[in-house]
């Protein structure tokens, strides 16, 4: 978007000789450019920088945790979130519902990329170099019911991407069912996966209701990182 000295300074109720001389001075640091044929100034390269340096001072952690306790109580099942690093996720944190029967998740625990739903959510968005890479890479179990078939499980990443989540009935832990959605960051890449999981006997009834609450939290959580649209492919 670009405006002109006098909307500037309509909206801001200043004079234009104001508005012109601090515009100037923005130029002059990079804060904004001004579009010569049209007069008109639009944000410069420095307020991305501005911006680039608040999102990696965030604790994504610390600004997930509403969207994890939301999660938790309105399914009644417990909410994760997991960060990638290298080849593996790892569970960074969990809310948990006050029911007697309910799924725990280790924190600190890695997990191969490939082995259920929050593993799938990373795997399906990374870039296609990346996915073809770790794809390429031999394939274990953690369960009779982990996907190692490459042919399969490429189909799979497909599918989550056309839908925006991914799921997992014991593919990671026996018994275990669950949703699991990415988190993108300004460059549209996946930053974190938050996930909704229960018993698998209650859980596959849930999965789908689940899965839409989770796809309006990490859509918001997303819009907090600078995220504009869908994920580059």
Known sequence: QTLGVTEIATALGLSKAVVYRILSSFRAKGF??????????????????????????????????????GLSRDTNETATLSLRTGWERVYVDQVTPERDVMMMVQLGLRVPLHAGASSKAFLAFLHPAEQQEYLARPLDRMTKLT???????????????????????????????SVAAPVFGHDDRPVAVISVCGPVERFREEAGDAAKLLLDATGRLSRRLGHRGRAAV
């Open 147 to 177: 996907v190692t078939n490459n042919k399969v499980l490429r189909k799979e990443l497909g599918e989550i991407r056309d839908r925006g989540y991914a799921v997992s009935f014991g593919e990671r832990m026996e018994g275990a069912g």
């Open 32 to 69: 904004v450019e001004l579009d010569e044929s049209t007069r008109r100034y639009a944000l410069g390269e420095r307020t991305l920088h501005l911006g680039l340096a608040y999102m990696n001072r965030l604790d994504l952690p610390r600004i997930a945790r509403p969207q994890l306790e």
